[in-house]
């Protein structure tokens, strides 16, 4: 698929996004710069993701508990990576994902006391 298609898909997704509901997100896409948009929970990009078929969006319901473990999970990876020896610019890149998921992970628990 060529970038000109890529573009024309992610914008039917876009539009598609905004008719159920999403949102369309200020901030662009850290790897690509197109459009990020937030629906059913998720943020994505759907140059990079390649998302074509917004069922398969569908989030997965998670026990309460099952999301203290996941946070947990996350900030013990954030910890070796910042141990690791490397590349410094892949690593901030992968830091930067993992608090993206942390934030959206406070939010869903967040949602789920209320």
Known sequence: MSSDEKKAAARKVIAEVLKRGGTLLSEPCPKCGGLMVKYKGR???PVCDNITDLDSLDVPQTPAGDLDGLEKRILERVSA?????GDDEKKAMSVYYYLRALNEL???KEERKS
Do not use: N
């Open 81 to 85: 990576l910042m141990s690791e020896q």
């Open 106 to 108: 406070k939010k869903l």
């Open 43 to 45: 943020t994505f990009c």
